[in-house]
């Protein structure tokens, strides 16, 4: 029976949700009352995130279109199904259904158990045998749809499959074609290709989709997934090979080459199909092919087909035969026509016979939906025993009031010593807690007291590190101190000269309290310790900084650029100097060792590994014969100040 009232139409896609409303026309025909579209980003094809994500897609859309229908008819995605084509032999019709689930059975790579399954006879060969389309989808899968469409406020009514429905939508509006035709569904995560000819139908689906177009461009110009897709959709085309002139762009032209590549492996998995549709089905030579599906309006996508398959290419469109009500924009619609051919597939299945009638709707589901439809009938028989339950609950109120009073008078007196001590109780509780936190507090701020040694114990002991493993590596005396420790990487403020020190003063002994670090500071270099007095018939100690220059031991006052201080520091930035070991002939021997200290502070716990790196300037003075190198240090706890 034909239904005047409006109803919905969702195609849960991989890649986005496309909902139509319909509703059936004086002529018996649909008419299109309204469409959305609403991309499910990455998160739509991932098991983990989909269901959330399609259900605020389905949401929004129902708030911006604002829908009142309540009945829906869904579509499941391409890369969900399982679908195969088999051929029965010639039997009794009282046995088909038992064979068919032997079929099942053989096939289905699932127990059927966890699936809900589905077929269709389709004809019959000439030699008498049934051609089946056998359809199975996990039972989950379509309970998902059910708990998303239930949670949107929906009655779900049917759950059909992508292939099943861009056939139905097919055949109604191209129904005038007799020869072979094709039609290639692009969706984000696989593809479906569908023959038709003289009422035959064969379908395919192909584990390619654009999403992988994608995360190639992604992984190539290292954005992220969203950002790559939107550069796709505004700038991507398919590239015509050959002598064609490569776009300036550098996106463009990366995006164009890795399309023609995914397009160029689609159209062997069409060709080698087009192979077994002629060989193993019968089928004729395909005379077109009709695009379809979200990724199949890339620019570009239709010529490449037609020079490959040399055969015409049209792009498919599902409202050929289908009433649009005066308040849609034609234009709009025309853009995305392509990417609707299961929604209107859908709403068919609300009118006469369809070619292919599928129903994945799994027993809990079906029993769910049932009951809905007697709810009107179990809320009234609750709404009786209410009033039975409440005039029985008036009179056992008054009996408990008689009751009441009388307990109150006898527990009053002993209740009330019993609730002053539950207040004494609640204020000594909370002087426990703000006693804990307080100490907490103390506890931390005597950890923070101690955190800035840490740092240099643990920069002194890098250092020492180093030293060891590069006089092992070039086999010759090596050496690195800190010459300069600065806040930040770009302000400094000499804490010496803030205290009024003496910029020319001879800079303090880096190996003060360590005595062993000095013994082997001298047997390398039988040189004085910097900052200390020349041994007699030692080499003097580096010369002072020239003038204007920062003394050796300068450290910095942390700023924060444009306001005042802060009081807390997180990055800081040395200097180090070491001896110039370059003699060892080994002539990258400076900026191995400024590298040895980079992957030791790194190793570190105190340091962040990604933001911790050594400048890519290597200073040699000549004079001293020793080198310098910047390092900036990450911490990767804040010090406090």
Not at 188 to 210: C, D, P, Q
Request: hydrophobic share 40%.
């Amino acid at each position: 029976m034909l239904n005047s009232k409006s109803f919905l139409t969702v195609d849960f896609g991989a890649g986005s949700l496309k909902f139509a409303e319909f509703e059936i026309n004086e002529a018996g025909g649909l008419r299109l009352k309204q469409y959305g579209i609403k991309s499910l980003g990455l998160e739509g094809s991932q098991e983990a995130s989909r269901e959330s994500t399609m259900l605020k897609a389905l949401q929004e859309l129902l708030t911006e279109k604002s829908i009142r229908s309540k009945s829906v008819n869904v579509c499941a995605p391409g890369f969900h199904v399982f679908s195969k084509f088999v051929k029965l032999p010639p039997v009794d019709t009282s046995k088909v259904t038992q064979i068919i689930q032997y079929e099942a059975q053989q096939n289905v790579p699932f127990p059927l158990a966890e699936v809900v399954w589905d077929y269709q006879i389709l004809g019959s060969t000439a030699g008498g045998e049934l051609e089946v389309l056998l359809v199975a989808i996990k039972s989950d899968i379509v309970e998902g749809l059910f708990r998303v469409t239930e949670s949107a406020g929906l009655r779900l009514q049917l759950a059909d499959v992508s292939p099943a429905a861009l056939c139905n939508a097919f055949r109604y509006n191209y129904g005038d074609l007799e020869d072979c035709t094709m039609l290639l569904d692009i969706g984000a995560k696989t593809s479906n290709l569908l023959f038709f000819e003289k009422g035959k139908v064969y379908s395919r689906s192909i584990n390619l989709g654009a999403n992988s177009i994608t995360q190639d461009f992604a992984n190539e110009s290292k954005l992220p997934f969203t950002d790559a897709e939107k550069k796709k959709i505004t700038e991507g085309f398919v590239s015509l090979g050959g002598a064609y002139e490569e776009p300036e762009n550098p996106h463009q032209a990366a995006i164009s080459k890795i399309a023609r590549q995914f397009m160029t492996r689609l159209h062997i998995q069409v060709n080698q199909t087009m192979q077994f549709y002629r060989g193993q089905q019968g089928g004729s030579a395909p005379q077109r092919l009709f695009l379809s599906g979200g990724a199949s309006i890339m620019p570009y996508t239709a010529q490449f087909f037609a020079e490959k398959l040399n055969v015409p290419v049209e792009y498919f469109n599902p409202f050929r035969n289908v009433q649009i009500d005066p308040s849609i924009n034609l234009e709009d619609l025309a853009r995305v026509a392509h990417s609707l051919g299961e929604v209107v597939g859908l709403g068919l299945r609300n009118l006469a016979h369809c070619p292919v009638e599928l129903n994945l709707m799994p027993e809990s589901t079906l029993s769910w939906v049932q009951f809905n439809q007697k709810k009107p009938y179990f809320i009234a028989t609750v709404f009786s025993l209410v009033l039975v339950i409440f005039a029985t609950g008036f009179i056992f109120d008054k009996l408990a009031g008689v009751y009441s009073d009388e307990l109150e008078t006898k527990l009053k007196p002993s209740i009330q010593p019993l609730q002053n001590r539950e207040v004494q109780f609640k204020k000594a509780y909370g002087d426990l807690k703000k006693a804990q936190q307080d100490a907490g507090q103390y506890a931390g701020w005597m950890e923070d007291r101690y955190y800035w040694a840490d740092i240099m114990v643990e920069l002194h002991r890098i250092l020492i590190q180093v030293e060891g493993e590069t006089s092992n590596s070039l086999h010759t005396a090596t050496g690195v101190w800190i010459e300069k420790f600065n806040s930040a990487p770009t302000e400094e403020a000499p804490l010496n000269a803030a205290l009024g020190a003496d910029p020319s003063a001879a800079a303090p002994n880096p190996f003060a309290g360590d005595p062993e670090a000095a013994a082997r500071y001298r047997q390398r270099y039988g040189s004085a310790l910097p900052g200390a007095v020349p041994a007699e018939g030692a080499p003097p100690t580096p010369p002072p900084p020239a003038e204007g220059q920062p003394p050796v031991s300068a450290v910095a006052v942390p700023r924060k650029k444009g306001a005042g201080s802060t009081n807390e520091l997180s990055t800081v930035s040395i200097v180090c100097r070491a001896v110039n070991v370059t003699s060892s002939g080994i002539a990258s021997a400076n900026t191995d060792m400024a590298y040895a200290v980079e992957r030791a502070l790194k190793e570190s716990p105190m340091f962040d590994n990604a933001e911790t790196q050594v400048s890519r300037e290597i200073n040699v003075d000549e004079a001293t014969g020793t080198f310098t190198f910047g390092v900036n240090l990450k911490l990767k706890r804040p010090l406090k100040l």
